[in-house]
């Protein structure tokens, strides 16, 4: 099973910066497409940014320009650079992976997530 660890988040004042990292640990044959979402009070999870293994990004037109999605697959890593932050990106934001286990099955995982707030 792989698990997936967030870190990075916190307050930071909008027009400001922030990094998020997600670590992945565990035994698998492969880990496929890599993403984060995020989840504002009130609202529903929605994918921010995605990642495949080789390199393929994808964004919502709501961080367009904004944030940036890269992977390490050495270290079974990925991150998000968020930079122009807005009030709008407060959420808890959540690292996700597509996953396939060495008996050929297929499943999602996802880490605890990480509060990302935006405020002056």
């Known amino acids: 099973q792989v698990h997936l660890v967030e870190s990075g988040g916190g307050l930071v004042q909008p027009g400001g910066s922030l990094r998020l990292s997600c670590a992945a640990s565990g035994s698998a044959f492969s880990i496929n497409t890599m993403g984060w979402y995020r989840q504002a009070p009130g609202k529903q999870r929605e994918l921010v940014a995605s990642?495949?293994?080789?390199?393929?990004?994808n964004y919502a037109d709501s961080v367009k320009g904004r944030f940036t999605i890269s992977r390490d697959n050495a270290k079974n890593k990925v991150y998000l650079q968020m930079n122009s932050l807005k009030p709008e990106d407060t959420a808890v934001y959540y690292c996700?992976?597509?996953?396939?286990?060495?008996?050929?099955?297929?499943?999602?995982?996802w880490g605890q997530g990480t509060q990302v707030t935006v405020s002056s």
């Open positions: 996700n992976a597509a996953v396939t286990s060495w008996r050929s099955k297929d499943y999602v995982s």
């Open positions: 990642i495949t293994s080789s390199g393929s990004t």
